[in-house]
């Protein structure tokens, strides 16, 4: 009896305890909406409206160039690091590669635990731009994270034990997730990736505390012309399906992926998602050249509550290059010609700044943000850009800027009240278009519709230096009232990092060659820099504890441009990832990265191929480019022509067609290639890595 009642007394002590013990990670609607204009960071854009600015002013013009690291962690994965970290009482929540998720002590940086999703290596060739995550949502006391196979999985915040998991798309489809999930109204939204392979886009709605399916709105026609039984079917039938056109959309799915932007509105009760691209690109091949195919490249506006359509603002008509409007979505309040505004505002790939009424999806105004070709400016009356003719590529090919890795990706931009500016990540990215006369569907390959033969080096040195030449990157500080640039960076790279901005005068972004830095929000001047050691593609995003105010940023690059072209890049090998935390005089020293020994083969060693070096020139460029380089430039996903692989016939075909290195990421191309095709390709980079060790080769064009 006594002992009873020493166990129920101790039960209740603890009980009371876990009582007045605010569990971890007690987020909810109210908390984020508050984080819009308040200093915490509860989703992914820090709240709802996703403007990335801090009102934080502890650090500023005055104190930055004392930053120094408060802590750092090192991940074990070494692809591209995309993710902003949120903090949620003085714990900091963060993903990586591979969809791995890490808790921290936000003071301290102690590891409080880590979840690993354990996806399976060969998922990795799904991704058509790395492997990578931009980072998890907090909703009453769980973490969720979507995986680069297509789960969606919650977390208890404390302990990051999975609660739940659900499967958001169909394993046998190259479908993936990269973005973070955002949490409206106990529902947890979530699209996906794939739309180079061949899927038809969709986003769903799951309940937060169970998983369960709330809702889901496809962003294409279903092929076969029948109703889903879903959110969709109501516009697909009205609006959406009689602007599509017989071509090869039919058997691709379409694509139109939401694979990145959401934004909420508490008080219009609208949610907005950015849409991706079409599949294949070219839309003489997808819908017979005909048709605007909504709600590819647009921005849709939904009911969170059941996903009822409300409107949508197709930024490119007709889509063919990879614009995609997966862009950063950002809300924010302006006055414009004298009048409050609640306003939408998209820098999308194609180069356009839009500024977009949030309750209607009416167009207040669009002005080209970068140097761009394929179109000259955007009707006001329509809405529709006026395209150059010749960027259809249809009689020949058109080498146009931007390219397919577009003149802004997912990087995410920022917006200050203060100065009224919003920055911009921005990329000068040439690609020659060409219409792919050979094209024939192939079930979970690349089926884009381009010919990416063309996109190989021009022989011609002076054209080859004119073409890198203008490959470049910016951030550009561009006034979204009066449409027009304020101030602008200019990058020695392009892929440079997201960006944020505080009420310190600052404005925070990393580069592509590693630094990351400081810069005078209204004049651009940089204050301050830091050599990370590698380079920076994601946003930094800020907090303060205990009076202090504290600046974090994941390192390490990667991405889809790393991927593509990572000639045009600083060349380094890939490093692991780091998390580093910085605050006004931190002491902390995050040790150099150690180099890699640099594999080394001997030509002279190398079996001679009896392959057709010509016919592999063909397959390498159609199965092997957007990740090992045009002309196996490749230097960051391994440089073939330095690879000991290349080294036998034996080893290259058990790479390429028995799938040793699927673990790792390099599936089995048996689905596309004979073992014939696959020798072939052996002996064309054979040829590439003699003319590289004669000093002949040169730094690629990016490509998409
Ligand atoms: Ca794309």
Same mark, same amino acid.
Request: net charge positive; charged share 20%; aromatic share 10%.
């Given at each position: 009896?006594?002992?009873?009642?020493?166990?129920?007394?101790?039960?209740?002590? !603890?009980?009371?305890?876990?009582?007045?013990?605010?569990?971890?990670?007690?987020?909810?609607?109210?908390?984020?909406?508050?984080?819009?204009?308040?200093?915490?960071?509860?989703?992914?854009?820090?709240?709802?409206?996703?403007?990335?600015?801090?009102?934080?002013?502890?650090?500023?013009?005055?104190?930055?160039?004392?930053?120094? !690291?408060?802590?750092?962690?090192?991940?074990?994965?070494?692809?591209?690091?995309?993710?902003?970290?949120?903090?949620?009482?003085?714990?900091?929540?963060?993903?990586?590669?591979?969809?791995?998720?890490?808790?921290?002590?936000?003071?301290?940086?102690?590891?409080?635990?880590?979840?690993?999703?354990?996806?399976?290596?060969?998922?990795?060739?799904?991704?058509?731009?790395?492997?990578?995550?931009?980072?998890?949502?907090?909703?009453?006391?769980?973490?969720?994270?979507?995986?680069?196979?297509?789960?969606?999985?919650?977390?208890?915040?404390?302990? =990051?034990?999975?609660?739940?998991?659900?499967?958001?798309?169909?394993?046998?489809?190259?479908?993936?997730?990269?973005?973070?999930?955002?949490?409206?109204?106990?529902?947890?939204?979530?699209?996906?990736?794939?739309?180079?392979?061949? +899927?038809?886009?969709?986003?769903?709605?799951?309940?937060?505390?169970?998983?369960?399916?709330?809702?889901?709105?496809?962003?294409?026609?279903?092929?076969?012309?029948?109703?889903?039984?879903?959110?969709?079917?109501?516009?697909?039938?009205?609006?959406?399906?009689?602007?599509?056109?017989?071509?090869?959309?039919?058997?691709?799915?379409?694509?139109?992926?939401?694979?990145?932007?959401?934004?909420?509105?508490?008080?219009? #009760?609208?949610?907005?998602? =950015?849409?991706?691209?079409?599949?294949?690109?070219?839309?003489?091949?997808?819908?017979?050249?005909?048709?605007?195919?909504?709600?590819?490249?647009?921005?849709?506006?939904?009911?969170?509550?059941?996903?009822?359509? &409300?409107?949508?603002?197709?930024?490119?008509?007709?889509?063919?290059?990879?614009?995609?409007?997966?862009?950063?979505?950002?809300?924010?309040?302006?006055?414009?010609?004298?009048?409050?505004?609640?306003?939408?505002?998209?820098?999308?790939?194609?180069?356009?700044?839009? +500024?977009?009424?949030?309750?209607?999806?009416?167009?207040?105004?669009?002005?080209?943000?970068?140097?761009?070709?394929?179109?000259?400016?955007?009707?006001?009356?329509?809405?529709?850009?006026?395209?150059?003719?010749?960027?259809?590529?249809?009689?020949?090919?058109?080498?146009?800027?931007?390219?397919?890795?577009?003149?802004?990706?997912?990087?995410?931009?920022?917006?200050?009240?203060?100065?009224?500016?919003?920055?911009?990540?921005?990329?000068?990215?040439?690609?020659?278009?060409?219409?792919?006369?050979?094209?024939?569907?192939?079930?979970?390959?690349?089926?884009?519709?381009?010919?990416?033969?063309?996109?190989? !080096?021009?022989?011609?040195?002076?054209?080859?230096?004119?073409?890198?030449?203008?490959?470049?990157?910016?951030?550009?500080?561009?006034?979204?009232?009066?449409?027009?640039?304020?101030?602008? &960076?200019?990058?020695?790279?392009?892929?440079?990092?997201?960006?944020?901005?505080?009420?310190?005068?600052?404005?925070?972004?990393?580069?592509?060659?590693?630094?990351?830095?400081?810069?005078?929000?209204?004049?651009?001047?940089?204050?301050?820099?830091?050599?990370?050691?590698?380079? +920076?593609?994601?946003?930094?995003?800020?907090?303060?504890?205990?009076?202090?105010?504290?600046?974090?940023?994941?390192?390490?690059?990667?991405?889809?441009?790393?991927?593509?072209?990572?000639?045009?890049?600083?060349?380094?090998?890939?490093?692991?990832?780091?998390?580093?935390?910085?605050?006004?005089?931190?002491?902390?020293?995050?040790?150099?990265?150690?180099?890699?020994?640099?594999?080394?083969?001997?030509?002279?060693?190398?079996?001679?191929?009896?392959?057709?070096?010509?016919?592999?020139?063909?397959?390498?460029?159609?199965?092997?480019?957007?990740?090992?380089?045009?002309?196996?430039?490749?230097?960051?996903?391994?440089?073939?022509?330095?690879?000991?692989?290349?080294?036998?016939?034996?080893?290259?075909?058990?790479? &390429?067609?028995?799938?040793?290195?699927?673990?790792?990421?390099?599936?089995?191309?048996?689905?596309?290639?004979?073992?014939? #095709?696959?020798?072939?390709?052996?002996?064309?980079?054979?040829?590439?890595?003699?003319?590289?060790?004669? =000093?002949?080769?040169?730094?690629?064009?990016?490509?998409?």
């Amino acid at each position: 009896m006594k002992i009873i009642r020493l166990g129920m007394a101790l039960a209740l002590v !603890l009980g009371v305890a876990a009582c007045q013990k605010p569990g971890a990670g007690q987020v909810d609607g109210k908390r984020i909406a508050a984080a819009d204009s308040n200093a915490e960071w509860l989703s992914y854009g820090k709240g709802y409206s996703e403007q990335r600015f801090s009102p934080l002013d502890k650090i500023n013009a005055g104190n930055v160039g004392q930053l120094g !690291l408060a802590w750092f962690a090192e991940f074990d994965t070494d692809r591209g690091q995309e993710a902003t970290p949120l903090v949620v009482d003085g714990v900091l929540y963060t993903s990586t590669a591979w969809s791995k998720v890490f808790a921290f002590d936000a003071r301290t940086g102690k590891q409080l635990w880590k979840f690993d999703p354990r996806v399976e290596g060969s998922k990795g060739f799904n991704a058509c731009c790395d492997v990578v995550n931009r980072g998890v949502a907090v909703w009453k006391g769980r973490v969720y994270v979507g995986t680069i196979d297509g789960r969606l999985i919650a977390l208890d915040a404390k302990t =990051g034990q999975p609660v739940w998991s659900v499967q958001t798309t169909d394993p046998s489809k190259p479908y993936t997730i990269t973005g973070a999930p955002r949490v409206v109204k106990d529902k947890v939204l979530i699209g996906n990736g794939g739309a180079e392979y061949g +899927v038809r886009g969709y986003i769903t709605a799951y309940d937060a505390a169970t998983g369960k399916q709330a809702w889901r709105f496809y962003t294409v026609p279903n092929p076969t012309g029948a109703p889903d039984g879903a959110a969709s079917d109501k516009v697909m039938a009205e609006k959406a399906g009689a602007t599509w056109s017989d071509g090869e959309w039919k058997k691709t799915g379409g694509g139109g992926t939401a694979w990145d932007s959401i934004a909420y509105d508490p008080k219009l #009760d609208l949610v907005y998602f =950015g849409i991706g691209n079409g599949t294949p690109w070219n839309h003489k091949l997808r819908s017979g050249g005909k048709g605007d195919n909504l709600f590819l490249s647009s921005i849709l506006a939904l009911r969170p509550d059941t996903g009822e359509y &409300v409107w949508h603002y197709q930024t490119t008509p007709a889509e063919s290059w990879d614009y995609t409007a997966t862009q950063h979505i950002m809300l924010a309040d302006l006055t414009i010609g004298g009048q409050p505004r609640k306003v939408l505002m998209q820098a999308p790939k194609n180069g356009f700044f839009y +500024v977009i009424d949030r309750a209607n999806g009416q167009l207040i105004s669009a002005r080209n943000y970068t140097n761009i070709t394929w179109a000259t400016g955007v009707d006001p009356k329509t809405g529709r850009p006026i395209e150059n003719p010749q960027a259809r590529y249809k009689d020949a090919a058109f080498l146009q800027i931007p390219g397919p890795l577009g003149a802004h990706n997912w990087q995410p931009m920022a917006f200050n009240p203060k100065t009224g500016l919003v920055y911009i990540p921005t990329n000068v990215t040439p690609f020659a278009y060409t219409d792919d006369k050979g094209f024939s569907y192939k079930a979970g390959a690349w089926n884009v519709g381009v010919d990416f033969l063309v996109n190989a !080096l021009p022989t011609d040195a002076a054209t080859l230096k004119a073409i890198t030449a203008m490959v470049k990157g910016q951030l550009v500080a561009w006034d979204p009232v009066r449409q027009k640039a304020v101030w602008t &960076v200019d990058h020695p790279y392009f892929w440079n990092a997201g960006v944020l901005s505080t009420g310190g005068g600052l404005v925070f972004q990393g580069a592509a060659q590693g630094e990351f830095a400081a810069y005078d929000a209204a004049a651009g001047r940089k204050l301050w820099s830091y050599d990370t050691g590698n380079g +920076v593609i994601a946003a930094p995003m800020t907090y303060e504890l205990d009076g202090e105010q504290y600046l974090a940023v994941m390192v390490g690059v990667g991405g889809g441009g790393q991927i593509s072209a990572p000639g045009s890049m600083p060349q380094r090998p890939r490093l692991p990832g780091r998390l580093l935390v910085f605050k006004v005089g931190g002491k902390a020293q995050a040790p150099a990265f150690p180099k890699p020994a640099q594999p080394a083969i001997d030509l002279a060693a190398i079996q001679p191929s009896k392959g057709d070096a010509q016919h592999g020139f063909a397959v390498f460029h159609q199965n092997c480019q957007v990740c090992h380089g045009p002309n196996a430039s490749g230097a960051w996903l391994p440089d073939l022509k330095a690879s000991p692989m290349l080294q036998t016939a034996d080893n290259w075909k058990g790479v &390429v067609i028995d799938g040793a290195s699927a673990p790792r990421g390099m599936a089995s191309f048996a689905r596309f290639l004979t073992p014939k #095709d696959a020798e072939d390709a052996r002996a064309y980079v054979i040829e590439e890595a003699k003319k590289a060790a004669g =000093g002949q080769a040169a730094a690629p064009m990016p490509i998409g």
